[in-house]
Protein backbone atom coordinates (compact mmCIF):
# COMPACT_ATOMS: atom_id res chain seq x y z
CA UNK A 1 0.00 0.00 0.00
CA UNK A 2 1.02 3.52 -0.90
CA UNK A 3 0.43 5.23 2.37
CA UNK A 4 2.46 2.62 4.19
CA UNK A 5 5.43 2.80 1.58
CA UNK A 6 5.72 6.72 2.04
CA UNK A 7 5.76 6.19 6.04
CA UNK A 8 2.24 7.37 7.08
CA UNK A 9 0.60 4.63 7.61
CA UNK A 10 2.15 1.25 9.76
CA UNK A 11 1.07 -2.15 9.45
CA UNK A 12 -0.35 -3.39 12.67
CA UNK A 13 -1.75 -6.72 13.53
CA UNK A 14 -5.37 -5.46 13.40
CA UNK A 15 -5.01 -3.70 10.33
CA UNK A 16 -2.91 -0.31 10.28
CA UNK A 17 -1.89 2.55 12.31
CA UNK A 18 -1.45 6.00 11.60
CA UNK A 19 1.75 7.19 12.26
CA UNK A 20 1.84 10.12 15.14
CA UNK A 21 -1.72 9.87 15.86
CA UNK A 22 -1.52 10.17 19.38
CA UNK A 23 0.85 13.36 19.14
CA UNK A 24 -2.04 14.99 17.13
CA UNK A 25 -5.22 13.57 18.53
CA UNK A 26 -6.61 12.41 21.96
CA UNK A 27 -6.41 8.65 22.46
CA UNK A 28 -9.91 6.81 22.94
CA UNK A 29 -9.36 6.20 26.72
CA UNK A 30 -8.71 10.79 27.15
CA UNK A 31 -12.05 11.23 24.85
CA UNK A 32 -13.67 8.76 26.77
CA UNK A 33 -12.26 10.58 30.05
CA UNK A 34 -13.26 14.30 28.51
CA UNK A 35 -16.56 13.47 27.66
CA UNK A 36 -17.52 11.96 31.02
CA UNK A 37 -15.88 14.94 32.85
CA UNK A 38 -17.68 17.43 30.58
CA UNK A 39 -21.19 15.36 30.97
CA UNK A 40 -20.13 15.88 35.19
CA UNK A 41 -19.63 19.52 34.54
CA UNK A 42 -22.81 20.12 32.62
CA UNK A 43 -24.96 18.26 35.15
CA UNK A 44 -23.65 20.08 37.80
CA UNK A 45 -23.77 23.45 36.08
CA UNK A 46 -27.64 22.16 35.37
CA UNK A 47 -28.77 21.55 39.09
CA UNK A 48 -27.27 25.32 40.09
CA UNK A 49 -29.31 26.59 37.94
CA UNK A 50 -32.47 24.88 38.59
CA UNK A 51 -31.77 25.47 42.29
CA UNK A 52 -31.68 29.55 41.48
CA UNK A 53 -34.57 31.23 41.28
CA UNK A 54 -34.85 34.08 38.31
CA UNK A 55 -38.41 34.88 39.38
CA UNK A 56 -37.27 38.76 40.29
CA UNK A 57 -35.66 39.23 37.12
CA UNK A 58 -38.19 37.27 34.77
CA UNK A 59 -41.13 39.54 36.68
CA UNK A 60 -38.72 42.79 36.00
CA UNK A 61 -38.62 41.38 32.40
CA UNK A 62 -42.10 41.08 31.68
CA UNK A 63 -42.97 43.99 33.43
CA UNK A 64 -40.60 46.02 31.08
CA UNK A 65 -42.69 44.64 27.89
CA UNK A 66 -45.92 44.54 29.48
CA UNK A 67 -46.22 48.02 30.46
CA UNK A 68 -49.16 50.18 29.83
CA UNK A 69 -48.00 52.68 26.46
CA UNK A 70 -47.05 55.97 27.72
CA UNK A 71 -46.33 57.74 24.16
CA UNK A 72 -49.40 59.59 23.29
CA UNK A 73 -48.50 60.35 19.82
CA UNK A 74 -48.77 56.65 19.37
CA UNK A 75 -52.08 56.33 21.11
CA UNK A 76 -53.42 59.22 18.65
CA UNK A 77 -51.95 57.47 15.57
CA UNK A 78 -53.72 54.16 16.83
CA UNK A 79 -57.06 56.20 17.35
CA UNK A 80 -56.45 57.29 13.22
CA UNK A 81 -55.81 53.41 11.93
CA UNK A 82 -59.09 52.79 13.48
CA UNK A 83 -61.36 55.42 12.59
CA UNK A 84 -59.96 54.43 9.00
CA UNK A 85 -60.73 50.36 9.58
CA UNK A 86 -63.99 51.77 10.42
CA UNK A 87 -64.40 53.62 7.35
CA UNK A 88 -63.43 50.27 5.38
CA UNK A 89 -65.38 48.15 7.18
CA UNK A 90 -68.76 50.18 6.34
CA UNK A 91 -67.44 50.19 3.08
CA UNK A 92 -68.32 46.49 2.94
CA UNK A 93 -70.75 46.30 4.81
CA UNK A 94 -72.48 46.48 8.12
CA UNK A 95 -70.67 46.96 11.41
CA UNK A 96 -70.70 44.63 14.43
CA UNK A 97 -73.49 47.19 16.05
CA UNK A 98 -75.67 47.37 12.90
CA UNK A 99 -75.60 44.04 12.30
CA UNK A 100 -76.33 43.24 15.87
CA UNK A 101 -79.43 45.79 15.70
CA UNK A 102 -80.86 44.76 12.55
CA UNK A 103 -80.70 40.91 13.60
CA UNK A 104 -82.78 41.99 17.09
CA UNK A 105 -84.64 43.95 15.03
CA UNK A 106 -85.50 40.82 12.61
CA UNK A 107 -86.26 38.58 15.94
CA UNK A 108 -88.50 40.88 17.13
CA UNK A 109 -90.11 40.65 13.73
CA UNK A 110 -90.37 37.16 13.43
CA UNK A 111 -91.95 36.77 16.99
CA UNK A 112 -94.66 39.00 15.49
CA UNK A 113 -95.33 37.02 12.81
CA UNK A 114 -95.87 34.30 15.12
CA UNK A 115 -98.45 35.75 17.16
CA UNK A 116 -100.55 37.34 14.28
CA UNK A 117 -100.06 35.10 11.37
Not at 42 to 68: F, G, I, K, P
Not at 86 to 105: E, I, V
Amino acid sequence: MALVKVGLWRVHPAGYEINDWLEYNQSAQEFRAQRAANADRQAAWRNRQAASSNAVTNALRNEVHNAAQTRPDLKEEKSEREERRQGRRQLGGPTHDQANAAGLSWEARKRELEEHP
